[in-house]
């Protein structure tokens, strides 16, 4: 019956060895306390609930927490590990309420870093973990990059289909910047994905999928609404986030598209979700690939960049022009409209 659970029968089905249990029991207990906090702001049942194990363990979702406390620790043995991550995965139950653990892209990384999952499976749990954004909580960047690696080496599925897995994967990372941009770094440099597919996964992270993006007209009205609608995840609207986006355009540069050709057509689009990271990319490819462009138009996009868009583009550009130009280039910015963007330009020209 669902939500039945029992430590005993749980550590005797998955043979836990018995000097371990203690230190699963605890582990448990910590993940209880984890999800109180997280549930309640505070421990609503104080330090190690473990008289909670054998009632709320039984959920998948509160189970999540447990596994990925025991995947987590250095003193349980890699046999164990994987016994406790197989059996998160045959415990979710995606149409249920709470039927997906919380955290199950640790165990899926973890069964996928000590390659027990093929291509097959993969994909499946790739598409589990990516319908439920709690699912993706708790991810390390190693978690990310063991996830890229053990897909971009499916090699029985094909390179399309890895791309389509990766570009999925890729912007679930939403709420984790630095699991998203080590993950994709990780990506754009793995051999075994070719480089037109790598440009494939920039582009549809840049620009949406038509079957999944949502119209500009319905996008606005997101933003207008009032209260203001937060969709679960952004993901869901086909939306990159916008730290992927501004990586992908220097992506593109790096993986031998033309950088003059990139800046001009994502410097300043006037997209409204994504506007400014795309601008920010474009200093970035100005930073790393200037000496191949033409120094007057190089010139004359640097003085597009500090024109327009938010404090932290104009900001950006100013940085990229102290590199390029030294201080002459910054010193207008000590009468920006934002105080932010005057008080790095006065530090930068008293240094």
């Given amino acids: 019956m669902p939500g039945e659970f029992s430590f005993k029968r749980f550590c005797k089905r998955l043979r836990i060895p018995k000097n371990e249990r203690p230190l699963i029991e605890d582990l448990f207990a910590r993940g209880l306390e984890k999800y109180y906090y997280d549930l309640y702001g505070y421990h609503k049942y104080g330090p190690h609930p473990e008289f909670l194990i054998n009632e709320r363990m039984g959920e998948p979702y509160i189970f999540g927490y447990g596994a990925v406390q025991v995947l987590r620790h250095a003193d349980i043995s890699d046999d164990t590990k994987r016994r406790v991550a197989e059996y998160t995965l045959s415990i979710v139950r995606p149409r249920e309420e709470y039927g997906v653990p919380f955290g199950l892209a640790v165990a899926v990384s973890y069964l996928a870093a000590h390659k027990a999952l093929d291509g097959r499976r993969l994909e499946r749990m790739i598409r589990s973990i990516g319908e439920d954004r709690e699912a993706m909580r708790g991810l390390k960047v190693k978690d990310g990059e063991a996830l890229v690696d053990a897909l971009l080496s499916a090699t029985s599925l094909p390179a399309e289909k890895r791309a389509d897995l990766l570009h999925f994967l890729l912007i679930r990372f939403e709420r984790s910047p630095n699991v998203g941009k080590a993950a994709m770094a990780r990506a754009m440099a793995h051999p ?46 086909g939306l990159s986030p916008t730290y992927l986006m501004r990586a992908a355009v220097l992506w593109l540069a790096r993986l031998g598209e033309e950088p003059l050709a990139l800046c001009e057509r994502y410097l300043d689009t006037g997209r409204p979700y ?62 920006d409209g934002s105080k932010r963007v005057r008080t790095w330009a006065q530090k930068q020209l008293l240094d």
């Fill in 192 to 237: 075994a994905l070719p480089d037109e597919w790598k440009k494939q996964v920039c582009n549809w992270i840049i620009d949406g999928r038509s079957e999944q993006r949502p119209s500009l007209a319905m996008f606005d009205e997101i933003l207008k609404s009032q209260p203001p609608f937060r969709p679960f995840s952004m993901a869901m609207l």
């Fill in 274 to 335: 994504e506007s400014d990271a795309l601008s920010q990319g474009v200093a970035d490819v100005i930073l790393e690939f200037h000496a191949q462009m033409p120094p007057q138009k190089v010139r004359e996009l640097m003085e597009r960049g500090v024109k327009f868009g938010k404090a932290a583009v104009r900001k950006r550009f100013y940085a990229v022009g102290l590199e390029l130009y030294g201080p002459d280039f910054v010193r207008p910015a000590l009468e």
